[in-house]
């Protein structure tokens, strides 16, 4: 069956940086798109970022651009959110998400891991 | 990149049916069919309920429905049942090549 482990959440001091790791299985990893998706504390979720099937496609909401990066290693079925000049409000649970059509986008998110919360503080 | 814009909350009884809107711009909503609904349990994955703007998948009951029209989206839950409460979210892609969720609905089954 589909599983997505996400790892790699911590707390983190303001303007450092940390990398999230989401372990997939179940499904062939490559052939699919794969979505970061984000909800802070009493708030509701927000997409971050989308990466293509084979990487060479990327993009992110304006709110992470230029600090968060997307990328993926399809030879250890993984998916990365790279952080970086992390703010307090980055704050959250990240979920990643696969998108479910095959070498193409459906722009939406048929399984989802359970998360993995990232704390900004001082 | 605003959210889309949703009720923060809506309520019904038991049997009775309700409807989550879910408003965009002829920037997101408006332009694509690509619109999709989430139940979400603190603590637990979102589930998917509804693509497409009306297609539900495999094991979705078919008390969800979806519909869109113009720059608004909606979703109906009929014979609502108290395992229906959570908190509902649409999403939609975009004309930037990103996707936009709305600000999520809480239903309270009274």
């Known amino acids: 069956q589909v599983q997505l482990v996400e790892s790699g959440g911590g707390v983190v001091q303001p303007g450092r940086s940390l990398r999230l790791s989401c372990a997939a299985s179940g499904f062939t990893f490559s052939n699919y798109a794969m979505h970061w998706v984000r909800q802070a504390p009493g708030k509701g979720l927000e997409w971050v970022a989308i990466?293509?099937?084979?990487?060479?496609?990327?993009y992110c909401a304006d709110s992470v651009r230029g600090r968060f990066s997307i990328s993926r290693d399809n030879s250890k079925n993984t998916l990365y959110l790279q952080m970086n000049s992390l703010r307090t409000e980055d704050t959250a649970v990240y979920f990643c998400?696969?998108?479910?059509?095959?070498?193409?986008?459906?722009?939406?998110?048929?399984?989802w891991g359970q998360g993995t919360l990232v704390t900004v503080s001082s | 990149q605003s959210a889309l814009t949703q009720p923060a909350s809506v309520s019904g009884s038991p049997g009775q049916s309700i409807t989550i809107s879910c408003t965009g711009t002829?920037?997101?909503?408006?332009?694509?069919?690509?619109v999709s609904w989430y139940q979400h349990h603190p603590g637990k994955a979102p589930k998917l309920l509804i693509y497409?703007?009306?297609n539900r998948p495999s094991g979705v009951s078919n008390r969800f429905s979806g519909s869109k029209s113009g720059n608004t989206a909606s979703l109906t839950i009929s014979g609502l049942q108290a395992e229906d409460e959570g908190d509902y979210y649409c999403t939609s892609y975009t004309t930037s090549s990103t996707l936009v969720f709305g600000g999520g609905t809480k239903l309270t089954v009274l």
């Open positions: 990466i293509s099937y084979d990487g060479t496609n990327k």
């Open positions: 998400a696969r998108d479910p059509r095959v070498y193409n986008s459906a722009y939406y998110f048929d399984y």
């Open positions: 497409d703007v009306s």
């Open positions: 002829s920037s997101d909503v408006g332009n694509y069919n690509f």
